[in-house]
């Protein structure tokens, strides 16, 4: 009976030795993660997502309170229209000053009898208005800087879905105060997805870059080709571990990051 069982084991660790693939096992990681921050210190208005949603590109993901903000945005765009309304004034109040002296000039040439002193008061005149159009014109140009300034903060208070994605974390509710760089919202793109597979280095020699495994998804009894898109060293020397990344297509299946998978390398004859 021992004989038997001890043959039954060297069959075994025989045909293991000899066999033609490696199977290994990894998880489904999403390669489009998106970690969403505040830029600006107040209260949460609106969250219009919840944990589990898909969200598409541009749809809103929550709202911070905008008074403080409404204030400086109208101010910024009130003082853009006044110095449009200055430059306006001083470029026809320069065009009415050109014309009298077209006029005076026009006198001048039929040797019509004309003080001299009215066309250099003239050209005083026109001088000092155009250097106040060009002042004007300068702070047009700034205050058009600070509105549009003024004008990207508003939009981060409304902050959108940068991609199409699955809500994963949410660190925020109506009420709360966020502060910059605080993360408040986390989204995982569920189309971009790639298997994260530990190896030891004794098995390097079966591995490269560009190899086309078999991916297997056993909770969705899901098989498919997949390709070896990156071999990675770990961070941590003492490991003795080696990280590959592999590529698949997940077809039409509900697949999530977080999901176990096995890999099958062919294995390379000696």
Known sequence: MKKLRFITLFLLITLGLNASQITLTG????NGQKMIGSRYMGYIKKVFVELGDFVEREDDLYEMESAEFDIMKSQADLG???SKIVVEFWRKRLEVLQKRKEKLEARSNSKMTMPMGDIGDLNTMAENAEAMLETSQVMVEQMSIKAKQLATVFNYLKMKAPSDG????KNIKVGDMVMPGMLTIMMVDTEDLEIDVSISEGIMKHVHKGDTVQVTIPSLEYRTTGKIKAVIPDANPMTHKIKIRVTF???DKNIFPGMYAKIDINKMRD
Not at 27 to 30: D, G, M
């Open 27 to 30: 998880t489904v990681i999403s």
């Open 249 to 251: 297509d997940k077809g």
């Open 166 to 169: 699955v809500i994963v974390q």
């Open 80 to 82: 853009l229209e006044q």
